[in-house]
């Protein structure tokens, strides 16, 4: 046997052949192999996409997941509750109050502020278009209507 161009071997085809009978059972020995694992993968991947099956078998994990969830909801529930009404009350508002007539004495210069020149043009401009597109929707709603024929 020589080796030919491209890597390829050359095979002396007056050589007498081997017997093949034991290289085809080994071929069909491991297709069948092949068969069962991939059967068995198909089945694996089918069993856990099924949702009831999985809770079925791991009834302790997601009953226990569930309630956790379900309590983490309604302890946050309960704390938003428990604040809101914590902050109405009378001590927290005059607390407040307290704190920014604290601010105000500290920083009386961010009390009353003059706006900025850019400010008082963007509120200009606000208004002016705020007054026109009232004016217009007055006129349509006031506007006479032809007689009905």
Known sequence: MAEGTGGMTEVDASAPRADLGPIEAEIKHRREDLTTLVAELNRRGHELM?????????????????????????G????????????????????????AFARMVNRPERVAVEP????????????????????????????????AR
């Open 50 to 74: 099924d949702a009831r099956l999985q809770i079925r078998r791991h009834a302790l994990g997601f009953t226990v997941t569930v309630l956790a969830v379900g309590a983490v909801a309604a």
């Open 76 to 99: 946050s529930i309960a704390l938003r509750v428990w604040r809101a009404r914590r902050r109405d009350t009378l001590t927290a508002r005059t607390g407040r109050l307290r704190q």
């Open 116 to 147: 900025t020149a850019t400010q008082r043009i963007i509120g200009s401009a606000g208004s002016a278009a705020a007054a026109f597109l009232i004016k217009a929707a007055l006129e349509r709603v006031n506007r006479p209507r032809a007689p």
